[in-house]
């Protein structure tokens, strides 16, 4: 691919849609702070909310949310390299994209083109998916080969994956630079949930194939006299599910839905495809045991955590709901033990991170 050609056709798109000077303030607020310069999108709706949340984690204070919606082209030729100009001037030494959309592509080649060296040869990005959503999501797989190019092109330094597998698959197969990551979860000190009584189970996720709601909350209605959390309570009523759900809609606060989250007595994360669960590290975190498969690689160091919460037949509702039995049973020493798990696997995510970013 002629790269020189990719981004004179990107610039030829002059369709600004956004004001630059909140961006460029926000940068400058960084820069304060960091030396390291990190870029993410804003969530919208139940989109891009998990990346950004993991972004917040992973990059506290050296953050900045470029508003986007996926595909559309949102600077100017102009404002890109006003943007980038001003990276340069700040004296920034390392830029990290946490995801990848079109604005973050512009502005990932802008920053090459126009930012002096050393600076234009630490631009790292960081990649949130996994190859199952590739045959339901044909752009996923389109955008892994593009920024696989911007790498053995020089353009971006390394990747980095958050799926298990997926860092070593690629190195083997295609030589790119690239290493295996871990999300870093809120450790929640200060949320204060609220105390329900009564059983209470949180099913929070989309309705999508690989989220397997469906299963999770069938499952969870077989607890007797559970109240079953969800996100949109519109779908189950075959499962004789009247007076027993409760909806809560995706929210732009964070807070509020650690705050729900918080407050179950068990949560329900068993997907069929997961990058890494950001949502199970929130649950342990606050003290609330969450069951999950074995998608993500997520307990692969607790053997204990590993038995008491990951379900074997998560197409299986009934197997689901064994496992939910099992979990509340024995509770108290679950909810123990994944507090602190959380803590050691934020150690080693920053560990992972700092290799990444340095070596």
Known sequence: MNWSSKIKSLWGEKQTRVSIDELISEMTAVRAKSSLLAFTGKPYGNDWRGMYNGAVALFPGALVAVPHRQSKNIFSEDD???????????????????????????????????????LRDHIFLTHHGSLSSHGEIPVHASHLHEIMGLNQH??????????????????????????FLINIGNENDGVKTQTLSGLHAGVFTHNSFRK?????????????????????DHDFEYLNSAGRLRAHPFTESYDDFLKVLGSMSLN?????????????????????????????????YDEFLARSLVVEEYDNSEAIFRKAQEALANRKA??????????????????????????
Not at 212 to 232: I, K, P, R, S
Not at 276 to 297: D, Q, R, T
Not at 335 to 347: D, I, Q, S, T
């Open 154 to 179: 020089g353009i971006i330094r390394r990747l980095g994956f958050f799926k298990k597998g997926l860092a070593e698959t690629l190195n083997k197969i295609t030589g790119i630079d690239s290493h």
């Open 80 to 118: 890109l390299k006003k943007i980038s100009h001003t990276i340069s001037d700040l004296k920034f030494e390392r830029i990290v994209f946490s995801g990848y959309a079109e604005c973050l592509k512009e502005l990932l080649l802008s920053i090459h083109k126009h930012a002096p060296a050393p």
């Open 334 to 359: 679950i909810a123990a033990r994944g507090n602190e798990y959380v803590k050691k696997l934020n150690a080693m995510a920053r560990g992972k991170l700092h290799d990444f970013l340095n070596s």
């Open 212 to 232: 397997n709601l469906h299963n999770q909350v069938a499952a969870a209605l077989m607890l007797e006299q559970a109240t079953v959390h969800v996100h949109d």
């Open 268 to 300: 329900f994360y068993v997907t069929f495809s997961e990058c890494y669960g950001l949502v199970i590290a929130e649950s342990l975190s606050l003290g609330v045991p969450c069951l999950a498969s074995n998608s993500s690689g997520f307990f692969d």
